[in-house]
């Protein structure tokens, strides 16, 4: 008996197994449809520019879900792709082209910018601390919205490097070669010269602050050195006038020569006379004369001058030297000012 007949041929096993693999693949695809189809829907913000809106969506992908706010032709930013699935709770943000007005101190500018936040914007344009610049009209973390006004300082640092020149300094010093009251120059002054470096903080163009960061001598300069005489000019020349009574009375002013005296004071306790001669101890007087002691080498004893301020005195006593004169005040006391530079008249030279 031929059973050939009853036997499926290989062409029919294999088409057979087929038909079975394609009905798993539809039962496949039709399970992931229902699926994704049937989901939980997820909440999901959308914001766009400044307004914001929360949805409960089914769809599967961000891209499917923004095309219900905005044509996705338009010009935009985003924070996430189209082709990444939504999550529950997730915020999208899209941004649109806007128009900023820009103020940085008295300056005020438009700028256009794709930015979703003031922090995205300012590092776009590089209006960042480091570069200088201060935000002062919102949080960085702010979202930017159309016609937004963004205020900043700009604040910069320089170097200012002043030259400054002091006057030399004037130092006297007496030379005794010199004629008293005269002057020479020993040496000419120069001046110091300093450089001081600052730091200078201005804001919008202002100076605000100057800070001393370093301070130097470039040139120490000299001081101008005078000399100031201190030598007593020689007497001039006078005639010698001949030797009188010590009773005689005082002769006629009649001036023999000039000569410039330093003149002190001196006084006693117990007053009785000078070289010898009684005088006056109430008065202090001689013959109505103011009493003197001199270097009789320039000054004899008896010699009779007229002292500017205190009228005529008269040489009897000796203790000083050179062009100095000391005045006889009895128990007066001594004048507050101690010491005096008079130019005496010379009236008789000697007794």
């Given at each position: 008996?031929?059973?050939?007949?009853?036997?499926?041929?290989?062409?029919?096993s294999?088409?057979?197994?087929?038909?079975?693999?394609l009905?798993?693949?539809?039962?496949?695809g039709?399970?992931?449809?229902?699926?994704?189809?049937?989901?939980?829907?997820?909440?999901?913000?959308?914001?766009?520019?400044?307004?914001?809106?929360?949805?409960?969506?089914?769809?599967?992908?961000?891209?499917?879900?923004?095309?219900e706010?905005?044509?996705?032709?338009?010009?935009?930013?985003?924070?996430?792709?189209?082709?990444?699935?939504?999550?529950?709770?997730?915020?999208?943000?899209?941004?649109?082209?806007?128009?900023?007005?820009?103020?940085?101190?008295?300056?005020?500018?438009?700028?256009?910018?794709?930015?979703?936040?003031?922090?995205?914007?300012?590092f776009?344009?590089?209006?960042?601390?480091?570069?200088?610049?201060?935000?002062?009209?919102?949080?960085?973390?702010?979202y930017?919205a159309?016609?937004?006004?963004?205020?900043?300082?700009?604040?910069?640092?320089?170097?200012?490097?002043?030259i400054?020149?002091?006057?030399?300094?004037?130092?006297?010093?007496?030379?005794?070669?010199?004629?008293?009251?005269?002057?020479e120059?020993?040496?000419?002054?120069?001046?110091?010269i300093?450089?001081?470096?600052?730091?200078?903080?201005?804001?919008?163009?202002?100076?605000?602050?100057?800070?001393?960061?370093?301070?130097?001598?470039?040139?120490q300069?000299?001081?101008?050195?005078?000399?100031?005489?201190?030598?007593?000019?020689?007497?001039?020349?006078?005639?010698?006038?001949?030797?009188?009574?010590?009773?005689?009375?005082?002769?006629?002013?009649?001036?023999?020569?000039?000569?410039?005296?330093?003149m002190?004071?001196?006084?006693?306790?117990?007053?009785?006379?000078?070289?010898?001669?009684?005088?006056?101890?109430?008065?202090?007087?001689?013959?109505?004369?103011?009493?003197?002691?001199?270097?009789?080498?320039?000054?004899?004893?008896?010699?009779?001058?007229?002292?500017?301020?205190?009228?005529?005195?008269?040489?009897?006593?000796?203790?000083v030297?050179?062009?100095?004169?000391?005045?006889?005040?009895?128990?007066?006391?001594?004048?507050?000012?101690?010491?005096?530079?008079?130019?005496?008249?010379?009236?008789?030279?000697?007794?």
């Amino acid at each position: 008996m031929n059973n050939q007949g009853n036997v499926p041929s290989k062409k029919t096993s294999v088409l057979y197994h087929h038909r079975y693999a394609l009905r798993a693949l539809i039962l496949v695809g039709l399970l992931v449809v229902a699926l994704v189809g049937f989901s939980t829907p997820k909440a999901v913000t959308v914001r766009v520019n400044e307004q914001v809106q929360t949805t409960h969506t089914s769809k599967a992908y961000v891209g499917q879900l923004i095309s219900e706010f905005i044509n996705p032709n338009t010009e935009m930013i985003m924070n996430y792709n189209s082709n990444e699935p939504l999550v529950d709770e997730m915020e999208i943000v899209i941004s649109t082209p806007k128009t900023l007005n820009i103020v940085i101190g008295d300056v005020e500018r438009t700028v256009k910018t794709n930015a979703l936040q003031v922090q995205d914007f300012l590092f776009e344009q590089e209006l960042t601390e480091q570069k200088g610049y201060t935000l002062l009209s919102t949080q960085p973390t702010a979202y930017l919205a159309e016609g937004m006004k963004l205020t900043f300082d700009y604040t910069t640092y320089t170097e200012d490097v002043v030259i400054e020149e002091i006057a030399p300094v004037v130092e006297y010093r007496e030379d005794e070669t010199l004629v008293a009251g005269s002057e020479e120059i020993e040496q000419e002054g120069q001046a110091t010269i300093i450089e001081r470096t600052y730091t200078v903080r201005q804001v919008n163009d202002e100076i605000v602050e100057r800070t001393l960061v370093e301070e130097k001598v470039v040139d120490q300069g000299q001081p101008t050195i005078i000399r100031l005489g201190t030598k007593a000019p020689e007497a001039e020349p006078v005639a010698v006038a001949s030797r009188v009574a010590v009773e005689a009375e005082p002769i006629a002013p009649t001036v023999l020569g000039t000569i410039p005296m330093k003149m002190t004071f001196y006084g006693c306790q117990s007053c009785g006379s000078a070289s010898g001669i009684p005088v006056d101890s109430d008065t202090k007087m001689y013959q109505g004369m103011r009493i003197l002691s001199a270097d009789w080498s320039v000054l004899p004893a008896g010699s009779i001058v007229n002292v500017p301020g205190w009228g005529q005195a008269i040489v009897l006593d000796t203790g000083v030297s050179g062009n100095h004169i000391d005045m006889f005040i009895g128990k007066d006391p001594v004048p507050s000012h101690g010491v005096e530079y008079p130019t005496i008249e010379i009236i008789r030279l000697g007794w």
